[in-house]
Structure formats: C-alpha cells, structure tokens
C-alpha cells in the first residue's frame, strides 16, 4: 500500500479569541491533518498524527479571521518529562518580522519506533508584544 | 455646508472616531501605540488628528458624538466608557435604532478656557477586562 | 498561505467636499505593521508587501490586498449598509399608522398640527442623478444617530459611505498588483469591494491611486439630491521578497528532530532546565498545559 510522501498540518487559530483570553485552549486552536483516519484528536488542540519514516511532515498556521497575522514561532519536540530542550531551538526564532519565512518541514526518521507518541511544543505568534506569544505542549506525532 | 451655522437651528455634531488596532491592542495589553482619534472639526481649529492626543475644538452646546472603528472588520471593539468632568459634558451610550451598534453622546455643558482631558475604555475581542487610554484626548475650549 | 492584507481609507467627507480635494482629507491604515507598513492614520501609508520564494525562485506567498472606504462623521461601518433604505421603510410605516389614527379621530381639533407630525416622520426622500440610480435612490437622509432628518440645511446629516471606483497608476501598469472589484455576500462592504493580488517577485516601491466617489446632498427645488462628487487620492506599496528558510534546520530541509536526546552522552546536559524559557509568567496563564512564554520581543 502506498502512503501519502507528505503529511500536513495546519493549525487554524482564532487570534482575537486567543489574546483575548490568553490561551490556546477554550476552542482557539484547532489542529488538523491530512494523514487518514489512524490520527486522532483532529480539530482539537490534542491532534495526534500519525507518520511513517520517509514522509515528509509539514506545519502551517492559519488566522480564522484571515486578516490577523499569525506564525509559526518554533516547533519544539518534548522530552518524556515535558521539557523541551535547546538542542531543537532554530535560527528563526527571535526575528518577529521574519516569522512567515519559516518553513517548518521536515522528514520522518527511519528509526521512528512505532506506537510512541512524540509530544511537541508548537508556538504561535500572534503580532508582537508582551502577550503576543502562546505554546501548546498538547499535539503529538506517533508512529504507526 | 459648514458647521459654523449659528442661525439658532441644529448644528452639525462633532464626531470623535477612534480608530483601534484590536490585534495590536490585545498582543501588547495597551492602546498605547495602537490608537488613533480622529473628528469632524478639523474646519473649527482641532488638532492631533491621528494621535491619541486629539484635542477637539468645542463650544458650548455643541453635540459631541464618541464612535469607535476597529482595524480588523471582524473584530469586537466598543467603547465601555469615557471619564470626563461631568461640569462639562456627561456622555451616555446610546444604540442605533434597530441595531446594537452602540455610540457615546453627550452636549458641551459650557465653554471652557483650556484643555480638559478625558480617558476612553475599549472592550476588545473577548477580553475580560477594558483596557482604558494611556494618553488622554481632551476637549478645548 | 494567501494572507488578507486590508487596507482602510478613511475620509473625512465634509471636509473633503468643501476642499473638492482628499489631500489631508484621506487617513490611511492597513494590517502590515509588523512587516514595515509606513505612515499608519495618515494620508501617506507605504503598504509593506512582505513576499517570499522557494529555493526554485517560484512565489512562496500569496498575498491579498482588500481596500475599505470608511467615512469620519458617518454612520460607523458596523451598521447594515443598507440601513438608511431600512430606516426609510419603518418612517413609512410609523407615517402611515399615523395616518391612520388622524383619519380615525373623531375630533381633530388641530389637524395641521397632526400633519406636521407625520411630516417629520416621512423626512426627506433622496433622488439621485441618473449615474447613481440604484444605490442610494429612495433612500432617506438621516443623522449621526440614525434618526430621519426634515431639516436637510441644517448639516446635521450622516454622508453616504465612500466609494471606490478605480485602482490604477504604476503598481497597476507595471504588473505588480491586479486589481479588480468583486461581489461579496458581506453586507460591511456593501456587497462590492476592491481586491488585488500581488507579484511579490518584484521589489520596489510602486505608487497607485484611488478614484473616491463621495456625495455632496444639493437641494434642487423641493427635491433634495445626492450628487456625485469624484476624488482622487494616491498611496504606495513596497515590495520586498526573501527566501524561505527552513524552521527547524536553519537552511534546507533534514529529518525531524523528533528525539531530543541524540545520543546518551550529551544527555545529561539537556536535562539542565533550559535557560530558553525565561520571561515570567503572564497573569492569567494559570491553564494546565498552556504558559505564556512571553516578554520575549520586549527583551530584545
């Protein structure tokens, strides 16, 4: 059976519902992807998708309200304790203004173990500012 | 058609618009940097026009009439309140009939030598709290 | 992902008919703050068109310009454009219920005074010179508040929103937007806007002008009129482009990091609690799972 060569990912945020209450959670992000009925948690922020070693895994973000901007910050693979570590922290960062020349693709390793979810940090960017900045340690991908 | 008509009939109300970066606003948790007033008395001597210090040329028994336009069409912005010497002007929301846009009113009690400042409150997106101006707009006499 | 770029064009119209001119009249806004957007509030906004390409030189972004005529002094954008026809067709129906009770009365004592009532009610019905028949025809005049105005001389009267008629100049000749207006089921926008979609692949700054319609209300005999009046207003877009760059490996593309613990060797020093998080945490924050990382940008 042939699997998709590219899975993708988008996260679908309602910005003005986010930095209004601070949060990612209460509905103010939905995660989606493409990769078939064996994900689970779509539109939630608890998306977990599943990949095979060789795919190519892409990320992007989308305002609901279209004419809000939002990016991608970092996408941060977590530790089994949660944290997330600066070996994955990437030149993007930091540079506000440049946030939409990331692109955040990348190949699943062939050494993927299946049935092992691995949790992410994904943060967004929502303008620029004090509050601007929101993660989630939520979505997940997992081997299948 | 200018506003200076003083034949004793209607004249034209000030419109104050304050024009809201609504993202901005929440990202930064302050209107400062994210406002700008506007209103229709520039002909009458008003200045500051697209700051947030907007000083409005007034004269007594002029209407003043408090409006807010959000740069992202979607989003929810509305004045909550605005804080002014009562002595001189007591504004009051009021709605357009039939809808629930809402606007601010209220008539200029009196003519005043300086500048009184005031403070307008912004309800933004579904933000709990209003955010209140960090510069004040005045009305001048 | 195509981007909605929105550009607001707001006119002071009072002052704009008196001056026949939008020069210091026109207050110009758009959403690319961020990317470097010049002379925000003010006649002379520079849009900053922020594109991007892929490794092939191919357009990475798509990028959607949408303008919005505003008015200063008018009814706010947030109420039905077609609120003025809905408010005529309820001082119809008030009149005629009025009507009805004077017909009714067995003793009008004061009739004219009964009539001079309705009068205010009905207002002043707007014709329209041929060319804008249709849009504002039948329409009534009313003021800030939204009540019918009788009193047309007295200036107390809310102007019609702005319109656009043309997107031309430069960035329109030399290819670089391809501007159009198209229908929406989007009652703020009157159903019509302006769009444009841009070739990023070119950087430069590019100047465009803006045809504005406005209208003037003339009273021509006992029939009051909305004339049109046409102004032109000019404003720039700047086009940058860099190359898209690849988030987690800084250059092309590499397999996913997904474990961040390469090898047991280093390991131990990733378990250091890392230095990368630091910002204090915002109020509010207090949801399981979800922090603020924060104060970042403010550090810089």
Redesign the interface.
Known sequence: MAYKPQINIIAVVD???A???????NGNLCLVDNAGEESTGQGTAHLRTAVRPGQ??QW???AV?????VE?R??T???EDG??????????E?D???L??????????PS?PSGTP?KYRL?LQ?????????????PA?IGV | MTSETDNGGARRPIAITAVVD???A????TVHGNLYFYDTNKAGGSQGFGTEQLRTRVRSGDQVLWSVLAL?????TAIDGIDIDHELCEPERRVYPGTDVAYWIGTVKKDIPGDTYYQVRFR????DEPIVTTLSPSLVG | ?A????IIVLVDIGNALEANSLRDNVYLFD?MK???SDGQGTGDLVTAI?G?YWRDGSQ??EQVL?WLPYSLGSLPPTVPRGYESERALQSDARALEELDALTAKPDATDPAADLNEIRKAVGTRVKTTRRTKGRLSGQKVIDLTGEIVTDTSAGTYSYPAPVITDIYGQAVDEKIMYPAEYGSPDLVTDGWYWSATVDSSRPGTYSYSMRIQLHRLVQRGSEALWEPVNLTCESALRVTS?????????SG??????????SSAQGAE??Q?????PGPQ?P??Q?S??????????E?
């Not at chain 3, 981007?3 to 929105?6: K, V």
Request: aromatic residues 8%.
């Open positions: 910005v003005i519902g930095l209004s209450g601070g949060t990612l959670h190519v895994v992007s973000a989308l309200d279209l004419q809000t901007p991608i970092s996408i693979f977590l530790g944290v997330a570590t600066p070996a994955t922290r990437t030149s993007a930091g506000g203004d440049k939409d020349l990331a692109h955040w693709a990348g190949v699943v390793p993927l691995f943060e929502m303008y620029e500012g004090r509050y601007s900045v929101l993660h989630v340690d939520s991908l | 609504c993202v901005g929440l990202a930064t948790g992202e069409c979607e989003a929810y933004l997106g579904s933000r | 992902m981007q909605q770029l929105a959403n961020l990317h470097g922020h991007a990475a972004t949408n860099e190359p898209k760059v690849n988030g987690f490996t800084g593309m590499g397999l996913l990091p997904l474990d961040p613990y390469p990733y378990f609690p890392g230095p990368q998080q915002q509010g924050s949801q799972g979800v922090q603020q990382s924060g104060l970042v940008e403010e810089r």
